[in-house]
């Protein structure tokens, strides 16, 4: 099952069109353990020329949730439902990475962590994400547009 699992978060991964858009890197998928990376371009800086601090905190929410992910047990969804980013340090250019890696998963709650470095191993942020775990429902088709003609017009 856990091969399942680290299966699931790379098909998810090459879906998300928002990653692939802000050009995130799926490194690794381990058990309780994900790492993603961004080669930092001129749209992913803040007015000062370092790392969005919002980039920085989607890379960590990235590792972290992928991380859960990871060991959620069938049959459930975790939801993030707070996330901490302390910034450490700047990223100024270069290859930015978050290790995400899951501390305590229990069945309602769980709890992950994330390192952000650069290319250098320098620390520019640590995150810690808690999550709500939730039974899996029945997909819901998407909503209507307004003006859209619905599926039975």
């Known amino acids: 099952m856990a091969e399942d699992a680290l299966e699931d978060v790379r098909q998810r991964f090459a879906r998300s069109q928002f990653h692939n858009w802000i050009g995130m890197r799926l490194e690794r998928v381990e058990p309780g353990e994900v790492s993603v990376s961004i080669d930092l371009e001129r749209r992913h800086l803040n007015l000062v020329g370092v790392a969005h601090g919002g980039l920085v905190a989607t890379l960590a929410d990235t590792a972290t949730g992928l991380a859960y992910r990871t060991v959620l047990r069938p049959g459930t969804v975790h939801l993030t439902s707070h996330l901490s980013v302390t910034f ?66």
Do not use: M, N
């Open 88 to 153: 450490l340090g700047p990223g100024h250019g270069g290859r930015i990475t978050a290790r995400g890696r899951v501390v305590k998963a229990g069945r309602r709650f769980g709890y992950a962590e994330a390192d952000v470095v650069d290319e250098r191993e320098t620390l520019l942020a640590r995150a810690a994400a808690t999550f709500t775990v939730l039974p899996e429902r029945a997909s819901a088709p998407p909503p209507q547009r307004a003006g859209a003609p619905s599926a039975d017009q």
